[in-house]
């Protein structure tokens, strides 16, 4: 007696340490856990930090782009030969030993017929569409937390009204039962409240399973162990009004996918700005600096340097009409 009342005291303390260790949550609470453990919207972040990185790469374009190239040859053995001037022997030599060759370049677009901007625009509305995609998938989210939630609370309560029905059917057995041997009813009787208190329990353990089910999916969602929370909410009836006109014209304004449709339809029109430009022309200005050595006979060691500046027109003659094509192509998109 007393090594049973020792078991039953430590069933009971392991079961209240369990309760208490159980995280109660609420529904705020469950989407906060969902939100920050979505292994969707964190893929979501990095596809919005890449359309970001990818609008600064399109920005760039509208700065001057420098380029530095450098040089350095050692050659084996240098011609020379000596002239005899004014008494004296001067030698004269084609390079030096030690070779050093500088460039310093600068490039900057002066009119591209609109493509650059056509593209900064078309980086642009990617990025905003990944900002859409994020605000999608964090809907879809909440929902099916709500759904789950609900999902959770209406099992339950389906549970507890079968336990209800259970213990009831169990009640109405055992009095048919005794009136059986009674004489009060017949056998018939009998067998119809034993069969419906097998239903009875058939259906309990199937509220058992879909409560399981229910907590499960709630469970992964959150990013949780079905065992390391409890819910502490009820259903109830909350009446509401709705007027369908009303939330026709709301649903109508706020729908992601009617925004991400006229995203895309402008990166549409910034693609076909950008292939109607492909065969116009562009212009450039550039400039270099160029500082080297050994192109001086009487001082090969010297450094000389130059600069030059200028405009480079490009004009697009023949391209095989890969360019009409592409914007028919966009333009179709």
């Known amino acids: 007696m007393k090594l049973k009342t020792i078991f039953l005291s430590i069933v009971c303390t392991g079961t209240l340490w369990n309760v208490a260790a159980q995280q109660p949550l609420d529904a705020r609470l469950c989407i906060q856990m969902a939100l920050k453990n979505s292994k969707t919207l964190k893929m979501a972040d990095l596809a ?14 509208l700065y001057p782009t420098i380029q530095v190239n450098g040089m350095y040859t050692r050659i084996g ?27 310093v370049k600068l490039q900057y677009p002066l009119f591209t017929w609109g493509r650059i901007g056509a593209s900064i625009n078309l980086a642009k509305g990617g990025f905003q569409i ?18 789950a939630w609900y999902s959770l609370l209406l099992n339950r309560g389906i549970l507890a009204q079968q336990q209800n029905t259970v213990q009831t059917a169990a ?49 992964d969602l959150i990013g949780s162990q079905p065992e390391n929370f409890f819910v502490r909410d009820s259903l109830k009836y909350i009446p509401v009004s709705i007027e369908p006109t009303e939330f026709e014209q709301m649903a109508l304004s706020r729908r992601t996918e009617r925004l991400m449709l006229q995203q895309q339809l402008q990166l549409n029109r910034y693609q076909q700005d950008i ?3 492909g065969n116009k022309p562009n212009v450039f ?12 006979p009487v001082d090969p060691e010297r450094f000389v340097d130059n600069w030059n500046s200028g405009l480079q027109i490009s004009v697009p003659l023949f391209d095989g009409f890969a360019a009409a094509r592409k914007e028919a192509a966009a333009r179709l998109q």
Do not use: C, H, W
Request: hydrophobic share 35%; no cysteine.
């Open 130 to 147: 990944t900002q859409t995609q994020k605000k999608i998938q964090r809907i879809l989210l909440v929902d099916r937390v709500m759904r």
């Open 275 to 277: 292939s109607a430009g």
């Open 171 to 219: 009640r109405f057995t055992e009095i048919a039962e005794q009136r059986f041997k009674a004489g009060g009813i017949p056998k018939l009787e009998l067998l119809r409240a034993r069969v419906q208190l097998k239903s009875a329990q058939s259906r309990l353990k199937a509220a058992k399973g879909d409560l399981k089910q229910a907590r499960l999916l709630l469970a």
């Open 48 to 61: 919005g930090r890449q359309a970001r990185e990818q609008l600064g790469e399109a920005r760039a374009q």
């Open 77 to 103: 053995e240098i011609t020379s030969f000596e002239i005899p001037m004014g008494g004296q022997k001067r030698t004269f030599k084609f390079g030096t030993q030690n070779r050093m060759n500088m460039d």
């Open 285 to 296: 200005f550039f400039s270099s600096y160029n500082v080297q050595n050994g192109f001086d």
